[in-house]
């Protein structure tokens, strides 16, 4: 098996208003492949998918009732810490929940943590040691 990610699929409880959210507090697009049914963002060589949440789970035969923290978060890296301290502000100014306010880590770095209307959580971080191309790709 190759090593990649194609596609991000988030599984969410209204559709049209988490589209919004993305579309409004990210200021991104939905790219031509979405339709009524599916969300899709294109990333940086990546898709982000938005789908319901029931549906999703019955996609995967599972039960779609999970709680709290979902073993997971998605991250956005930027090229400085004041670039951190932009978005977030951004965010802030659009009603985004802020989880936790930007600071230094532990690890070296500077983060902060928003959360979209159905509780995943984004990562918006400075990492020094990871450098990043014109696209937003990490180099290696």
């Known amino acids: 098996m190759e090593q990649r990610l ?13 589209t919004e959210f993305y579309e409004t507090k990210f200021e991104w697009s939905k790219s031509g492949s979405s339709n009524e049914f599916i969300s899709f963002f294109t990333l940086n060589g990546i898709q982000l998918a938005l789908y319901e949440r029931k549906e999703l789970a019955k996609d995967a035969m599972v039960d779609h009732n999970g709680s709290g923290f979902k073993g997971f978060t998605l991250a956005y890296n930027t090229r400085s810490v004041k670039e951190v301290d932009r978005i977030i502000e951004n965010l ?12 230094k880590t532990s690890w070296g770095g500077y983060s902060s943590y928003a959360s979209d209307m159905d509780n995943n959580l984004w990562e918006i971080a400075f990492n020094p040691f990871l450098e990043l191309n014109s696209d937003g790709n990490v180099i290696q």
């Open 6 to 18: 194609t596609i991000i699929t988030l599984g969410v409880n209204n559709l049209e208003r988490a």
């Open 92 to 103: 802030k100014r659009k009603g985004v929940v802020i989880v936790k306010e930007p600071q």
